[in-house]
């Protein structure tokens, strides 16, 4: 744990694009998995029996508080309102008994009991169905039923779907719109390997859901109509990334800026030896993403660093005093005159929504700082971009995973 403990500080600070900070962390955890997949071998190729365990994504879409006698005032508030695309909605409770049938639904709770379409239901926990067509909520429309139950002071709505077309559902946001066949392969067997490990570990820690649909798990907008997202999870169908025997932690940012991963300070990469590329990636140097550019002024920068620094006076001077071997920030030095504050790379990070990474150099002017910095994200896994230009110079999907994951194995779920 403590190779994950580390990333987890590291990844803290990190905002990315095309992947969330949320997920990655989840990724992080979720790689650190004891539980042993089965084999079984074929004249093909290694498969994983997951089992039917594996073949039902649980996303967890929303929580709503209980009302009580404090919240009648809002009641409109913790109401959920469902409805469908075809014709019917068909509530039942956990025995299959029909409750009600009707083209809309609305359900909340009131005092520990269910209310469904303003008639109370004594069941804990109930099944919605479209006859016909795709339920919706919110403005969105999910394959799948959806299970609604009670949790604590909360009313749990989960989207139960089956795990290709939720691979489906999650390339239509975590991808780039127009990309090609060959690098939404690509990201169809790093979201199926993440989610299974997700589904993993919410099986060992008995949780309801397996992922949330925010930027803590993997962004799920439910169904859509890109013919080309559909191909690329059909083509790798039940394809995940594993060592070991394991799935492995899939990380990916948007471009990894040429840096070695293998030299990033402190991490331990014993646990993830996939991670630890020993090399760097030289194809998203082709993309207007490599590098990014933010210029601050003194009182710019110093309105901003406020919140890291109590009392902090006018800035005089800000360096970059230390890298480890990847080139990535470590330590910078803030000066006021006389007096000078170390802040780590972090801290400054966090205060610089515009630094898009740790591989940067910064430069005065007047009273004016330029950070120039290179990569999108993280540094750790795929590189987005890179595997784009990859797939532009004739690379397929399995050259493109081995290269940013060296030592895994493209292992097929029976």
């Not at 000066?335 to 000078?340: E, I, L, P, T």
Request: net charge positive.
């Amino acid at each position: 744990m403590q190779f994950l403990n580390y990333l987890f500080s590291y990844l803290s600070n990190i905002r990315l694009h095309g992947i969330n900070r949320c997920l990655v962390l989840s990724i992080l955890y979720a790689g650190h998995i004891t539980q042993p997949f089965f084999f079984t071998r074929t004249n093909k190729q290694t498969q994983i029996q997951a089992g039917p365990l594996y073949d039902t994504v649980r996303v967890l879409l929303k929580t709503v508080p209980h009302i009580d006698q404090h919240t009648d005032q809002h009641a409109d508030q913790h109401v959920v309102l469902i409805s469908t695309t075809g014709e019917c909605l068909q509530v039942c409770d956990t025995n299959g008994k029909k409750v009600i049938k009707a083209p809309t639904i609305d359900i909340q709770v009131k005092k520990g009991i269910l209310y469904v379409n303003g008639k109370k239901n004594r069941q804990s926990k109930l099944h919605i169905t479209s006859l016909s067509g795709h339920i919706c909520i919110d403005g969105k429309s999910y394959d799948g039923y959806l299970s609604c139950m009670q949790q604590h002071n909360e009313l749990l709505i989960i989207n139960e779907v089956p795990l290709e077309e939720y691979i489906c559902s999650v390339l239509h946001t975590e991808s780039w719109p127009g990309w090609p066949l060959e690098v939404n392969k690509v990201f169809a067997i790093t979201s199926r390997t993440y989610v299974i490990s997700m589904m993993m570990q919410a099986q060992k820690a008995e949780r309801l859901y397996h992922v949330h649909n925010s930027n803590r798990h993997q962004t799920y907008q439910g169904v859509h109509d890109k013919k080309i997202l559909k191909d690329a999870v059909k083509q790798t169908e039940g394809i995940i990334l594993t060592h070991d025997n394991k799935p492995i932690i899939a990380m990916f940012d948007s471009c990894c800026g040429g840096v070695i991963p293998a030299h990033i300070h402190d991490v331990e990469f014993n646990h993830a030896p996939y991670l630890a590329r020993t090399y760097p990636c030289t194809h998203c140097k082709r993309c207007w993403i490599y590098n990014w550019q933010v210029t601050l002024t003194a009182d710019e920068l110093h309105e901003r660093l406020q919140r890291q620094v109590k009392k902090l006076k006018p800035i005089h001077g800000l360096h970059v005093t230390k890298r480890d071997k990847a080139g990535l920030v470590q330590q910078v030095l803030v000066s006021n005159g006389r007096k000078k504050v170390h802040l780590d790379g972090k801290q400054l990070y966090s205060c610089l929504k515009e630094i898009k990474s740790f591989c940067y150099t910064i430069e005065k002017e007047k009273d004016t700082f330029t950070l120039s910095g290179r990569g999108y994200g993280h540094h750790l896994g795929l590189c987005q971009w890179g595997a784009r230009e990859m797939v532009r110079d004739g690379w397929d999907y399995r050259r493109i995973l081995k290269f940013y994951y060296p030592g895994t194995k493209c292992t097929r779920c029976a």
